[in-house]
Nanobody, 116 residues
């Protein structure tokens, strides 16, 4: 079992930045690939970014490439999502995930609102 808690969401103007954090507890953090999903009002939950357990590879959805950066600190059991040049369409609840094989754990989410 892995417990995840997101933080760092909030209200920001378009063009601004936020840094989301996800604290993980439970099993060995470095065994898990980590990532972020988001869900906007009235839309399905979608993939945003992911990072391998070693941090050697990262993946992004096209909509955030060049603006968002995912990173992790295995010594602190933390994963981060640096979001720059935010747009109103980035408004959503952002969820942290931990993956190992076919098992996925979810955090409760943190709200990000970008005003125009």
């Amino acid at each position: 079992q892995v417990s995840l808690v997101e933080s760092g969401g909030g209200l920001v103007q378009a063009g601004g930045s936020l840094r989301l954090s996800c604290a993980a507890s439970g099993r060995t953090f470095s065994n898990y690939a980590m990532g972020w999903f988001r869900q906007a009002p009235g839309k399905e939950r979608e993939f945003v970014a992911a990072i391998k357990n070693s941090g050697s590879s990262t993946f992004y959805t096209d909509a955030v490439k060049g603006r968002f950066t995912i990173s992790r600190d295995n010594a602190k059991n933390m994963v981060y999502l640096q979001m720059n040049n935010l747009k109103p369409e980035d408004t959503a609840v952002y969820y942290c995930i931990a993956d190992r094989g076919r098992t996925r754990f979810w955090g409760p989410g943190t709200q990000v609102t970008v005003s125009s």
